[in-house]
């Protein structure tokens, strides 16, 4: 069975920094891409970026492009998600999902950027 697990999550101030990590089990964590989607409150779903397996970059969404760096540990089977100067509009709930059809999800962890 396929699990994903998100943590990290929490409240920050604006231009703070957070590490969301998905741990992953149940299927080859080498062989398939894995992506970061986040939902803010009131508004649909957004990917934020992916990780392809090998050697393949990282590829975001223009609005976390330079603030947001995905990587993956495949000895830990963990995706992360480093975040770095957030902003309120950063606000949301995280879901790491897997693959390029996205077939499986995490249960999603809450950022908020406040003062």
């Known amino acids: 069975e396929v699990q994903l697990v998100e943590s990290g999550g929490g409240l920050v101030q604006p231009g703070g920094s957070l590490r969301l990590s998905c741990a992953a089990s149940?299927?080859?964590?080498?062989?398939?891409?894995m992506n970061w989607v986040r939902q803010a409150p009131g508004k649909g779903l957004e990917w934020v970026g992916d990780?392809?397996?090998?050697?393949?970059?990282?590829t975001y969404a223009d609005s976390v492009k330079g603030r947001f760096t995905v990587s993956r540990d495949y000895a830990k089977n963990t995706m992360y998600l480093q975040m770095n100067n957030l902003k309120p509009e950063d606000t949301a709930v995280y879901y790491c999902?897997?693959?390029?059809?996205?077939?499986?999800w995490g249960q999603g962890i809450q950022v908020t950027v406040s003062s």
């Open positions: 990780v392809h397996s090998g050697s393949g970059s990282p």
């Open positions: 149940g299927f080859t964590f080498g062989s398939d891409i």
């Open positions: 999902a897997k693959s390029i059809s996205f077939d499986n």
